[in-house]
């Protein structure tokens, strides 16, 4: 499966961007699918996943902030952003895993696209 990350772009402190990571290739049902980010000069943190079945799992600084959610029939999963921040402009990337559960580390996916930049003005 191949995956294509869209939907960032320049907001302010406060405001909401909805980021789309599209499938194709194949479908991304039968994966777990996690959004990642990587701020310039720093290492590549987990933000949020779906698992398989439908549980999600979010980073502590994202919780009640952002919501992962997949539409199936589009092949794709969403990353809803709101009440942005500027510690929250990076690089962000989706990525995609057969293994079951909710895998947080880079390590455990294996499919990933390319990055999207978010960039949060104060």
């Known amino acids: 499966v191949q995956l294509q990350a869209y939907g960032g772009g320049l907001v302010q402190a406060g405001g909401s961007l909805k980021l789309s990571c599209v499938g194709s290739g194949g479908m991304i049902r039968p994966y777990a699918v996690a959004w990642f980010r990587q701020a310039a000069g720093k290492e590549r943190e987990f933000v949020a996943v779906?698992?398989?079945?439908?549980?999600?799992y979010y980073r502590d600084s994202v919780k009640g902030r952002f919501t992962i959610s997949r539409d199936n029939a589009k092949n794709t999963v969403y990353l809803e952003m709101n009440s942005l921040k500027p510690e929250d402009t990076a690089v962000y990337h989706c990525a995609a895993t057969r293994v079951i559960g909710m895998p947080t580390a880079t390590n455990d996916y294996y499919w990933w696209g390319q990055g999207t930049l978010v960039t949060v003005s104060s």
């Open positions: 779906l698992s398989r079945s439908g549980g999600s």
